[in-house]
């Protein structure tokens, strides 16, 4: 890699090796802008970056990183350099189980016992964040200091389902590895014969046989419960093999009769066995579900002590993602919406009348705007600041009851973790050349300034990650002549290390704020690609050395909103239609395909969306005579909900509502 020193902001220290199960590409080592190692999966194949599939994993990148980092190696972010799409991920320090029994013999006993019972808990978090593995053998497994880790998660994966039959074969294979040195009969990951690679035993051999033939005469060496769970997990069909939950709870004693029987279903053991290393199971695909069989564990009451608490808490604490849409006037949640390519978008959610007030709807006092609030504790979002037409900003308080006066003239946006409320002046160059961003951590109030930008480029449109972590800020030029070329570009600020780091892309029609791309290792804007051509405007999508990467084939409106445009899941963004201004068009982030055209229902001359509302809801603007009505919206353009009636001339910009995800 020494013709690639960096690789976005990450720089490349050294490498692991090339990419494993066949898929080509190296795994480098590689360390952050904090300085803390990473590493680095640099795909193997060039891409167009106008190719679908560049998206597609981009935003099944960033489902994987939504996962809880419980015994994986956690999925920090991805981007495309250079041609070739990247995967980032913590660096887990230690070696493979492979090398281990390699280096120094099989595991026996409580150590067999407690390394099947840490994969197996990954391996629940990872099916109940409604992904899949698909990689798992010995070379996935590592043995860190804190405990065995899987690694190696690719978005591919993002496409499984909770459960998915495939990887419970593949873990099976992976733990009489882990006892005996060899996978069943001796076969090696994804190339044994016999179907190995798909998980397939060859007619008339089932799984019991197999054990066997790995252990023979010795079930000392993979004693109970693991040995049954190993024999029910390597069942022929899909629809036989327990689930990862179930798998759990019989390790660490939960035996109910439910899990006895999903168990038992499977433990068949017939004659010979066959060659199977870890794959996919006969018959799936990476996102094939279980068939009748699959059912769901309900643990209230049960009384589970020890190491089943362990199983109490996976199988509770972790059944879904922090960003998911739901029905946001009842408060029911709904599942977050797929990353898969396999279909277009979950359906609107429904949802009642804004007559129908959901239950525990509270009114809270929004000072200096002479109104109030309807908010909910199931919103997906609520609202975190704003500032009034007196310039005086006002935030959450601590205790996220009501709002507190913090300054004035700044527009203020809060952090989606709900750490810190970052604030943009909007006294520019009064006494200073240089601008500045505050930020205010909300627990303690401890405040201080980065200074990013130098006049007459100041920052405006301030967009948080998804990971909270870093800032996103659009360049505008205070300076310029609305109808000439101004100086673009864009500046991204880490609160950690208070330093920013600026972007100029030169000079262009003043059009599109900035939002984070799926993923979070680009940036998106809707402008014009051509300057000969301002009116014509494309959803744009950008490094973050600020390379140009592709842009939407669709001709798109403007994204009326201060950058949040993309859908929590990112599988969605939105633009004012092309032709219909009073709609607004939402678009499938994967294909750039149109998923619906949205009535607006405003009286101005062009709708005014500012926000998302889940993944199937939107917050709009509708201006009316004795001020602006703030209410969600489906994608029919129903009105489902009133938030805000805010009277005319109180807000500093009617737009100027910061709403943030509710973690």
Known sequence: MADTPSIGEYRVVGTLGSAD????????????AGGDQVVVWLAGAERDPADPEVLRFLVEAEALRRIPAVGIAQVLGTGFHDGRLYLVSEHVAGPSLERHVRERGPLHGDELHRLAIATVTALSVIHRSGAAHLRISAGTVLLA????????LRPAAAAGGPGTPADLFSWAATMVYAATGRYPAGGAPGHAPGGAASGRYPTGHAPGGAVEAAVPGDPAVLREPLRHVVAACLASAPGDRPTADEVLLRLVGQDTAQVAQALGAGAREPGAGADPGPGPGPGESPGGHRGTRRRTLVLAGAAVLGAGAVAA??????????RQSGDPASGRAA??????????????TAVPSPQSVPPDTRNVELPGLGTELRENPADPVRLAGYMDATTATYVRDAAGTGFRKVDELYQPVQSPDGVWTAMIS???????????V?????????EFDVEVGRKPLGVVAPVWSADSGRLLLTFFDFGGDDDKPTEQGFAIVNPATRTATEIKLGKGPDIGSFAWAPGGQEVARVAAPDPRSPETLHALWYSLSGQLTRRSAEEIGPAFTRGDWFSPSGGRFFAVCVGEPKSVCVYDARTGDRVAVVPSGTSADVAQPLAWFGEDHLIVMNPRGEGN????????????????????????LDFMLDFAPVR
């Open 426 to 436: 909007w006294s520019k160059f009064s006494d200073v050349e240089t601008d500045h």
């Open 313 to 322: 808490i996976v199988l509770t604490s972790f059944s879904g993602t922090s």
């Open 335 to 348: 599942p977050a919406a797929s990353a898969s390519p396999s279909g277009p978008p979950s359906a609107p």
């Open 629 to 652: 009505r703030y209410q969600v919206v489906d994608f029919d353009g129903t009105v489902r909900r009133i938030l805000a009636d805010v009277p005319k001339g109180k807000l500093a």
């Open 145 to 152: 200091a804190d405990g065995a880790r899987l690694v190696g």
């Open 21 to 32: 199960s066949g898929e080509g590409g190296e795994t480098l080592l590689a360390r952050d």
């Open 438 to 446: 505050r930020f205010v951590r909300r627990a303690t109030g401890e």
